[in-house]
T-cell receptor, first 115, second 119 residues
């Protein structure tokens, strides 16, 4: 149980285009989902927290207009990287928290390459 | 704000031996949770072990155990009988027991320790 999926697992896009990454909790409902960014050989950096039905809370230094987060249902959150540039190339990981629980379950991550 | 420090960027251990990964943290809170996560080359984050700060007993999960020293704010991970599959990045993480403003249970991660297992 407690499986989180991400789609796509790897995406390559051209500079200036937008790309959407989906995060789904497959067998549980999640009121809260988290989006992280991880550069090679570095730790996870929290980008934003999304609560179902409300606006996401972004960490300091994260551009909310560039990284659009939508959490429209208890099983789906999306991260859209708008007008992507090569510096946005990174590994993006989502996690989901079970309702009335404290565990976070992580997705397998999405590798974004912007050319 | 809470901080988590892992002072060992890389560690290695001989297969079947024991290794200890260090983690210290800084917080003014009295109630919180501490975690060790494993990130193998697949990059899937896997929860290894969890410790509640209010529990004095150290958590154990099979070959994995922790040494939780609350006063010293130390939370080390011991891996016994190391196996090749234990090779991974290991992240120590902190979570407050108090809901944040976003009601979110955010995790604060250390920078990680890369563990190599030598056959």
């Amino acid at each position: 149980g407690a499986v989180v999926s991400q789609h796509p697992s790897w995406v390559i896009c051209k500079s200036g285009t937008s790309v959407k990454i989906e995060c789904r909790s497959l067998d549980f409902q999640a009121t809260t989902m988290f989006w992280y960014r991880q550069f090679p050989k570095q730790s996870l950096m929290l980008m934003a927290t999304s609560n179902e039905g409300s606006k996401a809370t972004y960490e300091q230094g994260v551009e909310k207009d560039k990284f659009l987060i939508n959490h429209a249902s208890l099983t789906l959150s999306t991260l859209t990287v708008t007008s992507a540039h090569p510096e946005d190339s990174s590994f993006y990981i989502c996690s989901a928290r079970v309702i009335q629980g404290y565990e976070q379950y992580f997705g397998p991550g999405t590798r974004l390459t912007v050319t | 704000a809470q901080t988590v420090t892992q002072s060992q960027p890389e560690m290695s251990v001989q297969e079947a031996e024991t290794v200890t990964l260090s983690c210290t943290y800084d917080t003014s809170e009295s109630d919180y949770y501490l975690f060790w996560y494993k990130q193998p080359p697949s990059r899937q984050m896997i929860l290894v072990i969890r410790q509640e700060a209010y529990k004095q007993q150290n958590a154990t999960e099979n070959r994995f155990s922790v040494n939780f020293q609350k006063a010293a704010k130390s939370f080390s991970l011991k891996i016994s009988d190391s196996q090749l599959g234990d090779a991974a990045m290991y992240f120590c993480a902190y979570r407050s027991a108090v809901l944040s403003g976003a009601g979110s249970y955010q995790l604060t991660f250390g920078k990680g320790t890369k563990l190599s297992v030598i056959p």
